[in-house]
């Protein structure tokens, strides 16, 4: 038997990998989530089953009010450890709090499994920009007893004309917001203070951008050119 080479093994595993199952809708959530175990399960147990180990090696980096955490995974050969293949640049954010950390490096990992075995997921439906909405009869409640409060329906003419935005127009649309912002904040420390709660307004599409390393380095080179042109206006 002709011993597998790791590109072969990882073909392997790529063509035997199951269809990871999405979760269940929750109320309130237009979508169903992908969850982190589910795509880790079904990648662990195709990589074991072709002799492959991943290890992954974690940088975190601070950013205005989140964390933003890269894994880069490594996929070893088993009978040959000096074989290996690296997954760079799957990436993740969390808040700034005990759970941010653990949630940031669950999320860049789903993603470098995602990438290392493109695992079918029908993922284009996860950010729910396409997915179609979760709806529950106005007569119901909740399980626990909470009612559900239900916003007015839009009328059909605007549901018609209301675009759907790809992760770059939705980065413009927010480079646009910090050059306006800027324009009216007499100090980089006003600035932030102006934007706060533009983020807390803009927070689903700044967390589908921070998804893109390409779009987010985009934003990250527009934020820092305008603090130094707020900088300098007061000089």
């Known amino acids: ?13 790529c063509e ?25 399960k079904v990648a662990m147990e195709s990589l074991l089953k072709n002799g492959l180990y991943p290890v992954c090696n974690y940088t975190t980096e601070i950013k205005e009010n989140f964390l933003m955490i890269n894994c880069d995974m490594k996929i070893v050969n088993v009978d040959k450890p000096n074989e290996f293949i690296e997954i760079n640049g799957s990436s993740g954010f969390g808040k700034l709090d005990k759970y941010g950390t653990g949630n940031g490096m669950t999320y860049a990992q789903k993603y470098a499994f995602l990438s290392a075995l493109n695992l079918k997921t029908g993922i284009i439906d996860e950010d729910g920009y396409n997915a179609k909405p979760f709806t529950i009869s106005k007569d119901k409640t909740f399980e626990n007893g909470h009612k559900v409060n239900y916003p007015k329906d839009e009328p059909e003419e605007e549901k018609k004309i209301k675009p759907k935005l790809s992760i770059e127009q ?7 917001v910090l050059k306006k ?15 706060n ?20 380095q985009r934003i990250d080179t527009a934020y820092i050119s305008l603090q130094k042109q707020i900088t300098n206006r007061k000089k």
Do not use: C
């Open 1 to 13: 038997m002709i011993e597998k080479n790791i590109y072969q093994k990882l073909k392997s595993a």
């Open 16 to 40: 035997e990998a199951g269809y990871v199952k999405k979760g269940e809708k929750k109320a309130g959530m237009p979508f169903n989530p992908l969850l982190a175990d589910d795509v880790k």
């Open 170 to 176: 939705m980065a413009n649309d927010w480079i646009d």
């Open 181 to 195: 912002t800027a324009t009216h904040s007499v100090s980089v420390g006003k600035f932030e203070q102006n934007l």
């Open 197 to 216: 709660p533009l983020r807390k307004e803009y927070i689903n599409e700044l967390q589908t951008i921070y998804t893109d390393l390409i779009q987010q």
